[in-house]
Structure formats: structure tokens, C-alpha cells
């Protein structure tokens, strides 16, 4: 038996209905071992879903046979070094720029927006897209909104787009979509992940219909779960009993705030705004329709356009040499856990990240650098 | 990002709303929420815009995971600090005097 690392996880769920998390970790044990055979592999994407796995120690009351992997689900992780080289060179051109705290420290190419800012690059943190306008009426200077994240922040940056940006304002989208990049996690031979727990305030956004063509392309179940932990849990015995079933659907597990057509008027928004187009997520591929770009009709307040953006500038820099040895990629693709990186923990902590999963809160490295992630169970199984 | 917040409306003015959160009153946005509000209704923040009205039944589990992380006493509790920041992304209540 696990022990007590088990028995603490238990006890740590105990202000939220120990009877049901005891319940529901059962139901879990039960329907693993009804699947006959080990492991099976399900992955969220997630990086809320990942912080209340590892806080709430949940790995511990896991069966051995179910292996939950988070993939691409951390907004910061996968913008694309590309990307962030994008809005180094606008800074050190002299402009503005305004983006979520954790971009900050993310690496690109040679530089963070952190080490621009170090050499005097003007590098605003904000937490909400309303503040990047605020920022641009507080100045007459060029101030560009480095926008990243998924769908669910996504609608913040289309809003305060349609809402009228002053002059000086213009975007830089990193934004991307969750849906196409299942599709190429799905694809990966080396993956063998055998359903989805999906995100559900992401799903607030997209409905839950907008899993369907994957589950009828793919075959893989997809279950909307929200963030308590009696939430992921019930959401991974609905997956499991789905795999054991070979019926593979979309169920609402989060149906509090999730529905099956979603927040119809964000979408509106959201798409009045931007178009999905193919672009690289770092470390995992290019997936195609990931990135969200704004239309045409938003050309002139699209960063891209606005300015001229030399990413050459940066190729004189050398890359930082322990950047070579990170594994963040294989992370975000499922592939490798934190603890496989040589260097995590050692090399690279959240004080000094190497990597972008050991920058940002939703980061696999940096959570399991927090919470540790694969508790030791002790002994055999 | 991935974690948004609920709060309750407190007043409503055009486009933005009162919202408290836990105490603190901040501005959030409607220009995205799925359907109209009024006080006393419970949204869904994420990074200053309301994404979701909370159906009335459903209010006391939402609050749950939330309440615990609020109480949480470490400052460097992941989770606690994104919910810190999806409070940070709303605008002080101008009235608010502080």
C-alpha cells in the first residue's frame, strides 16, 4: 500500500468532503484496474488543473496503472521564443511595452524582457488588458500590448480592442487556442495519451461542442473538469470509465460554469478580432489554427505592422549555454516529466529559470519546484 | 491564467460593475459576460472582465477552493497568488477611498 504520503493527501482533501474524495479515489483505484492492463496515460492542460494536483497532493492518491501528464497548458510556457524576441527588439527600439507579470523573465532567442529592462528598455507589468490602455493615456509615447495567453484572456484583449484603442496603442499577439494543439498531442506516437481532462474556464469560453470534432477525429474522450480537487478527480474516473467503455465523448463535469455552446458573446468578440492561423508553440511544434493573429481590419493597430521588427539585432547575442540542456519542450509535449531535467532544481530554479516551465506560475517545473509533483509513495506497489 | 475568480456585484454602472472580492471592491468589466448582471448576482473575473454569471445554485461550490486560498497564510502559494493577481486585475473601486 502507498502509505502515508496517501493517507496525508487524503487527510489534506478532508475541509473538502472527506467521505467523497475518499469515495471518488476509490472509484478511481477500481476503474484503473477494470482497464486490465497499465499505464494508461490521460493528460490536462492546465496549468490551475496542475497547480491543484501537485498543492493538494492528489499525484499520492493516484492508482500506480493511471499516469496524469500535463501537457501544453501553461500560456507562458509555449509562446515561442520567436515571440518573445518580437517585443525584445520593440523595446529596445524605444517603445512601451505592457504584458502579464510572468513574460517578463521568459527567454527568448538571447534575451528576456527582463534583461531589456535591465539595460534600460521600458517594460510595464500589467494584469489586465484594460490597464495596457490605461498605461498608453498616461503617455505619448508608443506603448504596444504584448498579449498572451489562451482563449479565456484572449477575449480581454478583443474587448478592449472593439472598446477603441488610443493612438498609441498597438497589439502584439502571442495569444493562442487550445483545441488545435490537442490534435497534434493526440497525434505524437510517443505520447500514447488516451484522453483529455480539459480546462474549465477555458471551456466557460469555448463551450464544451468545441471538443466534438476532436473526439469523432481522434477517438479520445475529452471530460471538462473544474479546479476543486474533488472536481479533477471526479473528472478522471468519468475519463477512465470512458477508456474502459471505448466511448469516446465530451462530458461536462464542470457544468456550473461550463455549457455545451459556451459564452456565445465572448466568441463573437473573440473572432470579430482575431483569426486562428498556424504558428510554432515552443517547444512542441507547429500547430495549425494555435495561433490567434488579429484580422486585417485590425492592421493598424497591430503591432506587426506598425512597426518594423528586426529579429536579425538579436542573432549577435549568443545564446545562454545551459538553455541548450533544458528539456521544456519534451515537458510541455507530455514527454518527460520536470525531474527527468538534469537541470531542474539545480541549474534552474525559480529564482534563476532557464527554461520558460520554471518562469511561470502555471509552469510544470516551477510547480513541482513549489509543491513537488510525483510524491514518493514509499516502497512497492 | 487559466483560473478565474468569482466575486459579487455590488452595483452596476453601463459597462463595468462593483464587484466584491472577499472584501476587497473592485471595477470589472461586461463587456464579454455571457448574460446580463445586476447586484447581488456572482460573476466569474479573469484578468478584469467578468467571463461567466454564476447561476444562483450554484454559488457555494464555486466559492469553496477559493475561500481556502484566500485564507491561505503562505505568500508563496502558487495558486493563492494567481488568485491575488486575478483580484490585482481589476481596477480599485474609485470610491473606495483607500
Known sequence: ?381 | MCLGVPGKVIEVAGNVAIVDFWGVRRQVQLDVVDEPVAPGDYILNHVGFAIRRIPESEIGETLALYEQLIAQAEQDDLMAEDVRNEIAASRDDPRAGN
Not at chain 1, 482497464?35 to 499520492?60: D, N, T, Y
Not at chain 1, 528598455?121 to 506603448?143: C, F, N, P
Request: aromatic fraction near 6%; glycine fraction near 10%; proline fraction near 7%.
Open chain 1, 1 to 381: 500500500m502507498p502509505g502515508t504520503d496517501r493517507d496525508q493527501a487524503l487527510s489534506e482533501l478532508k475541509f473538502r468532503d472527506p467521505v467523497r474524495a475518499r469515495a471518488l479515489v476509490e472509484a478511481l483505484g477500481r476503474r484503473t484496474a477494470e482497464l486490465g492492463r497499465a499505464p494508461v496515460s490521460v493528460m490536462h492542460v492546465c496549468g490551475s488543473h496542475e497547480q491543484a494536483i501537485a498543492k493538494f497532493g492528489l499525484r499520492s492518491t493516484f492508482p500506480r496503472g493511471l499516469n496524469v501528464i500535463m501537457g501544453p497548458g501553461c500560456p507562458v510556457c509555449i509562446t515561442d521564443t520567436p515571440e518573445v524576441d518580437e517585443g525584445v527588439v520593440l523595446a529596445r527600439q524605444g517603445v512601451h511595452i505592457a504584458t502579464y507579470g510572468d513574460m517578463v523573465r521568459v527567454p527568448g532567442t538571447s534575451l528576456s524582457l527582463a534583461d531589456a529592462q535591465a539595460e534600460g528598455a521600458k517594460i510595464h507589468v500589467i494584469y489586465s488588458a484594460g490597464q495596457a490602455v490605461e498605461l498608453a493615456r498616461s503617455t505619448s509615447d508608443q506603448v504596444v500590448f504584448f498579449a498572451t495567453g489562451f482563449e479565456t484572456t484572449a477575449v480581454a484583449t478583443a474587448a478592449v480592442v472593439l472598446g477603441g484603442l488610443p493612438p498609441n496603442l498597438s497589439i502584439l499577439s502571442a495569444h493562442k487556442y487550445i483545441p488545435p494543439v490537442m490534435e497534434i498531442v493526440a497525434e505524437m506516437p510517443e505520447t500514447k495519451v488516451e484522453g483529455f481532462l480539459a480546462a474549465g474556464h477555458a471551456a466557460t469560453i469555448t463551450g464544451s461542442a468545441v471538443f466534438e470534432p476532436f473526439v469523432a477525429r481522434h477517438g479520445l474522450p475529452v471530460v471538462i473538469a473544474g479546479f476543486e480537487p474533488l472536481d479533477i478527480l471526479a473528472g478522471l474516473v468519468k475519463l477512465v470509465e470512458l477508456i474502459r467503455d471505448r466511448t469516446p465523448q465530451v462530458v461536462n463535469m464542470f457544468p456550473r460554469c461550463v455549457t455545451r455552446e459556451g459564452n456565445l458573446r465572448a466568441q463573437e468578440q473573440l473572432w470579430k478580432v482575431f483569426r486562428s492561423t498556424g504558428g510554432r508553440w515552443r517547444g512542441i511544434a507547429h500547430v495549425p489554427n494555435g495561433n490567434l493573429r488579429l484580422r486585417d481590419e485590425f492592421a493598424s493597430i497591430d503591432a506587426r505592422r506598425r512597426f518594423t521588427i528586426d529579429l536579425a539585432s538579436l542573432w549577435d547575442c549568443a545564446p545562454p549555454a545551459l538553455a541548450q540542456s533544458c528539456i521544456c519542450g519534451n515537458i510541455m509535449a507530455g514527454l518527460s516529466s520536470p525531474t527527468d531535467c538534469k537541470l531542474f532544481g539545480q541549474e534552474c530554479t525559480p529564482e534563476k529559470p532557464v527554461g520558460a516551465c520554471m518562469v511561470s506560475s502555471e509552469g510544470a517545473c516551477k510547480i513541482w519546484h513549489q509543491y513537488g509533483g510525483h510524491p514518493d509513495l514509499g516502497g512497492d506497489a
